[in-house]
Each structure stands twice: as C-alpha cells, then as structure tokens.
C-alpha cells in the first residue's frame, strides 16, 4: 500500500461562516474547501476508506516546549494520545525556537466533522494561550 500523508499546516487568521452569522475562530486557517481538496486527493491517491477510522494526527506550536508539555495533559484527557513535542528545524541559528505537540486520535471524518474538529482545536489553543493549533496529518489506523 502507497503510503502518503497528507498535512495542512497553515498560519493565519480566517473566518469561517455558520448558517447567516459570521463566526471569527482565533488564528482559523484551514478552510473547508482546503479540507474537500485533501480528501479528494487521499480518494485519488490512496486505497485508504475514509468512512471507516483513520489516525488522525494533530499539532500545535509554541515558543516554549513546557506549556505544550502543559496543555497535553488537558489534550489527553480529552481523549487524544501524546505523540511527543519536539523541536522544529531551524533555516538559521538566529531563528526563534519553535516547538511542536503532536497528539493523535482514532477517528472517522468527513469534511464537515473535520471542519468542526479544526474549530475546536483553534478554540483549544486560543484559550490555553499557546501559539497556534497548525494542523493534521491522516494514516491508516495500524
């Protein structure tokens, strides 16, 4: 089996739209339509059967490794397995550092479930004061 992953990482500020009401999510990237192109390129790619659970991996970043080792107990409680935090690669040694969480979790999407699943882990890492909620990455559960 062709094994391809499939990562959004995006940082930015977005709106997403909720029926006639405009809904800001703090630091929202990751559109819908970016989500339907990802899956439409995993159906395309890959043997993988979407309706059925996948494992989804989900990051966020942070200027300091101990408040991601923080806000991972939260995660965990919440369901989600702790990867690791590890340190990203830096272009050039005056970069600031920045550290990554990564948590997975057994689940089944679509792009609408995606979407919600994105929101609140922008919301997560809005309200624990972390730098940013970056993204996912998908696999076939092992």
Known sequence: ??????V????????VVKGNQMKSIPGKA????QLEEMFENIRHNTNWELSKPMLWGYFFTH?????????????????????GIF???????IDEDIFFLHVEKVETHDVSSLDKRNDELYLFASQENIDSYDGMDIGPVK
Do not use: H, W
């Open 87 to 93: 340190q990203a690669d830096k272009e050039s040694q």
């Open 8 to 15: 959004l990482f995006f940082i930015c500020a977005a709106t």
């Open 30 to 33: 990751i559109t819908a339509a």
């Open 1 to 6: 089996m062709k094994k391809v992953l499939f």
């Open 63 to 83: 200027n300091e490794p101990t408040k991601l080792d923080e806000v991972s107990s939260k995660l965990e409680r919440q369901g989600y397995t702790i990867v």
